[in-house]
C-alpha cells in the first residue's frame, strides 16, 4: 500500500472526509452515543459485571510499547495475509456481533456492502438481524465466515452450518465462552433485551429444523425455542467432531483464554482459535486478550491460525497484536458505533481509518510485512 501519492492522498482525506465524519473511535462512541437510546447504546458499549474486563482489554495495549525502526527502506509494504488459502487484503476481520439492527436499520446488510468494498471479511452472527443468505447475496463473492452458537438441539447447529456453506461462507466459527448469559448490568437497569424484541431471531425463524420443532411458527414462539437453546453448559470438546461431521469447512473456536484450551483446541482437529473474552462482556475479571495471547501463541506453535478480538482500536494495536504472536486481529463495536452514527459509510469509514492506520504503523515501525511484525519490535512498559 506503499503509493507514491500516500501523502496526497492523505491531504485529501484530511481536508474533505474527516469534516462531516468523526476520525477516531472515541468520537464515533461519542456520537453514537448522542443518536442511540439507552438500552441499545449500553447493550454495545456495555460488558458484564463492574467491567473490569471490559477495561482492562484496552489498557493491556498500553502495556507494551513498539521500538520503531529506522532506515529500513519500507517503500513497497504490504498488509496482506493469507488464511485458509484464503488470500486478504489486510489482517483485520469483521467480528461476529449480532442483531446489528438495534444500531441502524440496515444492521448487518449495511455491514457487509461496507466490508465488500474494503476487502475485509465479515464474520456474521447466528443472531444476526437478517438471514445469513440475505448477506450472503449482498456480499457476493466477499469473504465471509459464519459465528455459530450451539445448540442444544445438535440438527439445528447441524442446519445453520450446512446452511452457511451453501451460502457461500468459507469458514464456521464456534462460540464457546457463552455457555451462560454475561451478567450484564446495563442491561438489567435498562430492562432490555434485543432477543426479547425479535432483534436476533432471522437465522432461526428462516431454519427448517427448528420451525419444524414448532406447532405453529410466530415471532414469539421463535424467540422462546432460541432461549431454549442458546445456553448450552454442557458443550464440550468432543462436540467438535460432531461438527466436523456437518462441513468440510475449516472450523475455528472463538473465547480460548488459556493455553492448555488451546493445546486441546490443537489436539482435537480445531483449524484455527479466537482469543476472545467476547469484549467483557461474558466473564468480568477474566484475562484481557492481549495479555492471554503469547501464552496461547506459543503453545500453538504455529500449527494452526491464531486470531484475536476484544479491545483493538487502533493500527498499532494491529500491530501489538500480531507482533505477539496473532494471525489477524477482529473488531467489533468500533464498526457498530460507524454503523449507529452513518450506516454503511460509518462502517467503511472505521475501516478506512484502521487500514491507513496499521499501514502507517507498520511503516514507522520498520515492517514492509505483516510477517515482519515480531516481538523484537515490542518492549514491556
Known amino acids: 500500500m506503499a503509493e507514491t501519492n500516500k501523502e496526497s492522498l ?6 474533505k472526509d474527516t469534516q462531516s465524519l468523526p476520525v477516531s473511535v472515541e468520537d464515533w462512541e461519542r456520537q453514537a452515543r448522542e443518536i442511540l437510546p439507552d438500552g441499545p447504546f449500553d447493550y454495545i458499549a456495555g460488558g458484564s459485571g463492574a467491567e473490569e474486563t471490559l477495561a482492562s482489554n484496552r489498557t ?23 488464511l485458509f488459502n484464503q488470500s486478504l487484503r489486510t489482517p483485520i476481520m469483521l467480528a461476529p456481533v449480532g442483531m446489528q439492527a438495534i444500531a441502524h436499520p440496515e444492521g448487518e446488510l449495511a455491514t457487509a456492502r461496507a466490508a465488500r468494498e474494503a476487502g475485509v471479511p465479515l464474520v456474521v452472527s447466528t443472531v444476526s438481524a437478517h438471514p445469513m443468505e440475505r448477506i450472503a447475496e449482498v456480499m457476493g463473492d466477499a469473504p465471509r465466515w459464519f459465528q455459530l452458537y450451539w445448540s442444544n438441539d445438535r440438527e439445528v447447529s447441524a442446519s445453520m452450518v450446512k446452511r452457511a456453506e451453501a451460502a457461500g461462507y468459507s469458514a464456521i466459527v464456534l462460540t464457546v465462552d457463552t455457555i451462560m448469559l454475561g451478567w450484564k448490568r446495563r442491561d438489567f437497569r435498562n430492562g432490555y433485551s434485543p432477543l426479547r424484541e425479535g432483534k436476533g431471531m432471522a437465522n432461526y425463524i428462516t431454519d427448517p429444523v427448528l420451525c419444524s420443532r414448532l406447532t405453529e411458527v410466530t415471532a414469539e414462539n421463535v424467540v422462546e425455542e432460541i432461549l431454549k437453546n442458546i445456553y448450552h453448559p454442557a458443550l464440550n470438546w468432543n462436540d467438535i467432531a460432531f461438527l466436523r461431521e456437518q462441513t468440510s469447512l475449516p472450523i475455528l473456536v472463538k473465547g480460548i483464554l488459556h493455553p492448555d484450551d488451546a493445546r486441546l483446541a490443537v489436539e482435537y482437529g480445531v483449524d484455527g482459535i479466537i482469543v476472545s473474552n467476547h469484549g467483557g462482556r461474558q466473564m468480568d475479571g477474566a484475562i484481557s486478550t492481549l495479555e ?14 491464531v486470531l484475536l478480538d476484544s479491545g483493538v482500536r487502533t493500527g498499532a494495536d494491529v500491530v501489538k497484536a500480531i507482533a505477539l504472536g496473532a494471525n489477524a486481529v477482529m473488531i467489533g463495536r468500533p464498526f457498530l458505533f460507524g454503523l449507529a452514527v452513518a450506516g454503511e459509510k460509518g462502517v467503511a469509514s472505521v475501516l478506512d481509518t484502521l487500514i491507513h492506520e496499521l499501514d502507517v504503523a507498520m511503516a514507522l515501525s520498520g515492517s514492509n510485512s505483516v510477517a515482519d511484525l515480531n516481538e523484537s519490535i515490542l518492549v514491556r512498559v
Open 60 to 82: 493491556a495495549f498500553s502495556k507494551w510499547a513498539i521500538v520503531p525502526r529506522m532506515m529500513r527502506d519500507v517503500t513497497n509494504r504490504t498488509m496482506g495475509i493469507t
Open 292 to 305: 492471554a495471547l503469547p501464552a496461547i501463541a506459543k503453545v500453538v506453535a504455529g500449527k494452526i491460525p
Open 10 to 15: 492523505l491531504f485529501t482525506r484530511v481536508n
